[in-house]
Protein backbone atom coordinates (compact mmCIF):
# COMPACT_ATOMS: atom_id res chain seq x y z
CA UNK A 1 0.00 0.00 0.00
CA UNK A 2 2.87 2.33 0.91
CA UNK A 3 3.98 1.88 -2.74
CA UNK A 4 0.65 3.34 -3.76
CA UNK A 5 -0.23 6.32 -1.57
CA UNK A 6 2.70 7.37 -0.39
CA UNK A 7 6.52 7.36 0.25
CA UNK A 8 8.43 5.41 2.38
CA UNK A 9 10.59 7.12 4.69
CA UNK A 10 8.71 10.30 4.16
CA UNK A 11 7.30 12.25 6.75
CA UNK A 12 3.83 11.08 6.59
CA UNK A 13 4.80 7.45 6.40
CA UNK A 14 6.71 8.31 9.74
CA UNK A 15 3.76 9.73 11.37
CA UNK A 16 1.91 6.98 10.67
CA UNK A 17 3.95 4.38 11.83
CA UNK A 18 4.45 6.41 15.13
CA UNK A 19 0.93 6.89 15.96
CA UNK A 20 -0.27 3.27 14.73
CA UNK A 21 -2.15 2.16 17.07
CA UNK A 22 -4.50 5.60 16.64
CA UNK A 23 -4.24 4.52 12.57
CA UNK A 24 -5.27 0.94 13.23
CA UNK A 25 -8.34 1.70 15.58
CA UNK A 26 -9.06 4.14 13.10
CA UNK A 27 -8.85 2.69 9.67
CA UNK A 28 -10.09 -1.17 11.27
CA UNK A 29 -13.26 0.27 13.07
CA UNK A 30 -15.78 -1.91 13.70
CA UNK A 31 -17.85 0.44 11.58
CA UNK A 32 -15.64 -0.12 9.11
CA UNK A 33 -15.38 -3.59 9.02
CA UNK A 34 -18.85 -3.71 9.39
CA UNK A 35 -19.58 -1.88 6.21
CA UNK A 36 -16.89 -4.12 4.21
CA UNK A 37 -18.92 -7.17 4.93
CA UNK A 38 -22.13 -5.02 4.05
CA UNK A 39 -23.55 -5.87 7.68
CA UNK A 40 -23.47 -2.19 8.60
CA UNK A 41 -27.04 -0.92 9.83
CA UNK A 42 -28.52 1.09 7.06
CA UNK A 43 -29.45 3.67 10.10
CA UNK A 44 -25.88 4.02 10.67
CA UNK A 45 -24.59 4.62 7.15
CA UNK A 46 -27.21 7.12 6.40
CA UNK A 47 -26.78 8.89 10.02
CA UNK A 48 -22.73 8.65 8.81
CA UNK A 49 -23.95 10.67 5.09
CA UNK A 50 -25.78 13.14 6.77
CA UNK A 51 -22.97 13.94 9.72
CA UNK A 52 -19.66 13.51 6.73
CA UNK A 53 -22.04 16.05 4.81
CA UNK A 54 -21.19 18.84 7.54
CA UNK A 55 -17.87 17.48 8.13
CA UNK A 56 -17.01 18.39 4.35
CA UNK A 57 -18.39 21.92 4.47
CA UNK A 58 -15.94 22.57 7.41
CA UNK A 59 -13.05 20.73 5.90
CA UNK A 60 -13.23 23.34 2.76
CA UNK A 61 -13.03 25.81 5.53
CA UNK A 62 -9.81 24.02 6.71
CA UNK A 63 -8.05 24.17 3.10
CA UNK A 64 -9.07 27.76 2.83
CA UNK A 65 -7.42 28.24 5.99
CA UNK A 66 -4.65 26.44 4.33
CA UNK A 67 -4.17 29.31 1.81
CA UNK A 68 -3.92 31.63 4.44
CA UNK A 69 -1.89 30.10 5.95
CA UNK A 70 0.26 29.56 3.09
CA UNK A 71 3.64 31.09 2.33
CA UNK A 72 4.14 31.15 -1.32
CA UNK A 73 1.42 31.48 -4.40
CA UNK A 74 1.76 27.75 -5.31
CA UNK A 75 1.51 27.11 -1.91
CA UNK A 76 -1.64 29.19 -1.93
CA UNK A 77 -2.83 27.70 -5.52
CA UNK A 78 -2.62 24.02 -4.23
CA UNK A 79 -4.73 24.71 -1.42
CA UNK A 80 -7.29 26.92 -2.97
CA UNK A 81 -7.31 23.68 -5.61
CA UNK A 82 -8.46 21.74 -2.59
CA UNK A 83 -11.53 24.19 -1.73
CA UNK A 84 -12.75 24.23 -5.26
CA UNK A 85 -12.71 20.71 -5.78
CA UNK A 86 -14.97 19.94 -1.96
CA UNK A 87 -17.06 23.26 -3.56
CA UNK A 88 -17.59 22.45 -6.71
CA UNK A 89 -17.17 18.48 -6.84
CA UNK A 90 -16.88 16.63 -4.20
CA UNK A 91 -20.18 18.37 -2.16
CA UNK A 92 -22.15 17.88 -5.24
CA UNK A 93 -21.13 13.97 -6.01
CA UNK A 94 -22.09 13.46 -2.26
CA UNK A 95 -25.16 15.20 -2.16
CA UNK A 96 -26.31 13.17 -4.95
CA UNK A 97 -24.70 10.06 -3.23
CA UNK A 98 -27.40 10.51 -0.03
CA UNK A 99 -29.84 11.24 -2.35
CA UNK A 100 -29.55 7.24 -3.99
CA UNK A 101 -30.16 6.60 0.17
CA UNK A 102 -33.33 8.62 0.55
CA UNK A 103 -31.75 11.53 2.34
CA UNK A 104 -32.49 14.93 -0.40
CA UNK A 105 -30.38 18.02 0.30
CA UNK A 106 -33.23 19.88 2.60
CA UNK A 107 -32.60 17.27 5.35
CA UNK A 108 -28.70 17.80 4.86
CA UNK A 109 -29.14 21.00 5.60
CA UNK A 110 -31.31 20.59 8.22
CA UNK A 111 -28.63 18.03 10.32
CA UNK A 112 -27.72 19.06 13.59
CA UNK A 113 -23.42 18.54 13.89
CA UNK A 114 -23.19 15.49 16.57
CA UNK A 115 -20.64 15.83 19.12
CA UNK A 116 -17.74 13.77 16.83
CA UNK A 117 -18.43 15.90 14.09
CA UNK A 118 -18.08 18.75 16.33
CA UNK A 119 -14.98 17.98 18.28
CA UNK A 120 -12.98 16.89 14.75
CA UNK A 121 -13.72 19.64 12.84
CA UNK A 122 -12.90 22.38 15.39
CA UNK A 123 -9.76 20.56 16.36
CA UNK A 124 -8.44 20.31 12.63
CA UNK A 125 -9.60 24.34 12.63
CA UNK A 126 -7.87 25.17 15.84
CA UNK A 127 -4.27 23.27 14.81
CA UNK A 128 -4.35 25.62 11.73
CA UNK A 129 -4.94 28.67 13.66
CA UNK A 130 -2.85 27.77 16.29
CA UNK A 131 -0.02 26.29 14.02
CA UNK A 132 1.60 26.78 10.63
CA UNK A 133 0.80 25.20 7.66
CA UNK A 134 2.72 21.79 8.15
CA UNK A 135 0.28 21.66 11.46
CA UNK A 136 -2.77 22.24 9.78
CA UNK A 137 -2.18 19.75 6.59
CA UNK A 138 -0.81 17.24 9.44
CA UNK A 139 -4.01 17.57 11.01
CA UNK A 140 -6.28 16.96 7.74
CA UNK A 141 -3.76 14.07 6.60
CA UNK A 142 -5.82 11.09 7.88
CA UNK A 143 -8.78 12.11 6.43
CA UNK A 144 -7.65 11.28 3.15
CA UNK A 145 -5.28 9.16 3.23
CA UNK A 146 -7.31 6.44 5.49
CA UNK A 147 -10.54 6.82 3.25
CA UNK A 148 -8.01 5.67 0.65
CA UNK A 149 -6.78 2.79 2.85
CA UNK A 150 -9.76 1.68 3.70
CA UNK A 151 -11.41 1.89 0.68
CA UNK A 152 -8.27 -0.35 -0.88
CA UNK A 153 -8.43 -2.84 1.70
CA UNK A 154 -12.42 -3.56 1.70
CA UNK A 155 -12.59 -3.59 -2.14
CA UNK A 156 -10.34 -6.26 -2.43
CA UNK A 157 -13.11 -8.23 -0.90
CA UNK A 158 -16.09 -6.53 -1.75
CA UNK A 159 -18.79 -8.05 -3.68
CA UNK A 160 -21.29 -6.40 -6.09
CA UNK A 161 -24.19 -7.63 -3.71
CA UNK A 162 -22.53 -5.13 -0.21
CA UNK A 163 -25.80 -2.86 -0.12
CA UNK A 164 -21.98 -0.30 0.25
CA UNK A 165 -20.11 -1.53 -2.72
CA UNK A 166 -20.57 2.15 -4.61
CA UNK A 167 -18.69 3.57 -1.48
CA UNK A 168 -16.12 1.03 -1.03
CA UNK A 169 -15.26 1.55 -5.20
CA UNK A 170 -15.47 5.53 -5.01
CA UNK A 171 -12.67 5.60 -2.51
CA UNK A 172 -10.62 2.40 -3.78
CA UNK A 173 -10.47 4.38 -7.08
CA UNK A 174 -7.57 6.35 -8.59
CA UNK A 175 -8.87 9.25 -8.78
CA UNK A 176 -9.19 9.25 -4.86
CA UNK A 177 -5.96 7.63 -4.32
CA UNK A 178 -4.58 10.33 -6.68
CA UNK A 179 -5.89 13.51 -3.81
CA UNK A 180 -4.66 11.23 -1.18
CA UNK A 181 -1.26 10.39 -2.90
CA UNK A 182 -1.11 14.78 -3.30
CA UNK A 183 -1.68 15.52 0.07
CA UNK A 184 0.79 12.89 1.88
CA UNK A 185 3.14 14.24 -0.58
CA UNK A 186 1.99 17.86 0.75
CA UNK A 187 3.07 16.34 3.95
CA UNK A 188 6.48 15.64 3.02
CA UNK A 189 6.74 18.43 0.73
CA UNK A 190 6.28 20.75 4.78
CA UNK A 191 8.03 18.49 6.23
CA UNK A 192 11.50 19.51 4.99
CA UNK A 193 10.19 23.21 4.31
CA UNK A 194 9.16 23.51 7.95
CA UNK A 195 11.31 21.74 10.26
CA UNK A 196 9.76 18.55 10.28
CA UNK A 197 12.42 16.74 11.75
CA UNK A 198 12.79 19.11 14.61
CA UNK A 199 8.94 19.14 15.61
CA UNK A 200 8.10 15.45 14.99
CA UNK A 201 6.62 14.27 18.51
CA UNK A 202 4.54 17.37 18.68
CA UNK A 203 3.11 16.26 14.72
CA UNK A 204 3.00 13.08 15.83
CA UNK A 205 0.55 13.75 18.74
CA UNK A 206 -1.99 16.06 16.23
CA UNK A 207 -1.44 12.96 13.93
CA UNK A 208 -2.49 10.46 16.20
CA UNK A 209 -5.59 12.86 17.80
CA UNK A 210 -6.97 13.54 14.40
CA UNK A 211 -7.09 9.44 14.01
CA UNK A 212 -8.73 9.12 17.60
CA UNK A 213 -11.37 11.70 16.06
CA UNK A 214 -11.92 9.87 12.49
CA UNK A 215 -12.43 6.67 15.20
CA UNK A 216 -15.21 8.98 17.14
CA UNK A 217 -16.78 9.90 14.11
CA UNK A 218 -17.01 6.25 13.13
CA UNK A 219 -18.67 5.57 16.30
CA UNK A 220 -20.83 8.18 16.27
CA UNK A 221 -22.15 6.43 13.07
CA UNK A 222 -22.57 3.03 15.06
CA UNK A 223 -24.43 4.82 17.65
CA UNK A 224 -27.00 6.27 15.62
CA UNK A 225 -27.98 2.54 14.60
Known amino acids: ?17 AAAPAWQAYVAHDFVKQLGAGTLPKQ ?38 SVKAILDVEMGLHVAFCRDWGIDEKTLEATQEGEATLGYTRYVLARGLDGDLLDLVVALSPCALGYAEIGQALAAHATPANPYAAWIAMYAGDEFAGIARGVADEVDR ?12 DLVKTFAQACRLEADFWRQGLAAA
Open 1 to 17: MSGTLWHDGGLFARLRE
Open 44 to 81: AFRHYLQQDYLFLIHYARAWALATAKASSLAEMRSANA
Open 190 to 201: LGVARGGAARFD
